[in-house]
């Protein structure tokens, strides 16, 4: 059964920065196309970034130079930086795994807010 798990987020000044972390199991993330989107309140799911199975970065064009996404494959987690951040990165941030299927992780808010 594959699960992903997000965690890391909360309420950050704006300016702040937080780390989200999403743990996967029953899938090796080094093999899948791993992506962070994020859903503010009465808004559409938007892609934010994501790293394809050879390690190559894609960022949304409004967190290029503030956000960035890793991996640690011995813990089989991805994260997300996210730097400068702004009242308009307020959402639910979601991570998704895609190999032959697409799976979704539960969510984590991310409130930016003074």
């Known amino acids: 059964q594959v699960q992903l798990v997000e965690s890391g987020g909360g309420l950050v000044q704006p300016g702040g920065s937080l780390r989200l972390s999403c743990a996967a199991s029953g899938i090796t993330v080094s093999k899948c196309t791993m992506s962070w989107y994020r859903q503010a309140p009465g808004k559409e799911r938007e892609f934010v970034a994501r790293m394809s199975r050879g390690g190559s970065a894609d960022l949304a064009d409004s967190v290029k130079g503030r956000f960035a996404i890793s991996s640690d494959n011995a813990k089989n987690t991805v994260y997300l930086e996210m730097n400068s951040l702004k009242p308009e990165d307020t959402a639910v941030y979601f991570c998704?795994?895609?190999?032959?299927?697409?799976?979704w992780g539960q969510g984590t808010q991310v409130t930016v807010s003074s």
């Open positions: 998704r795994a895609q190999l032959i299927r697409t799976y």
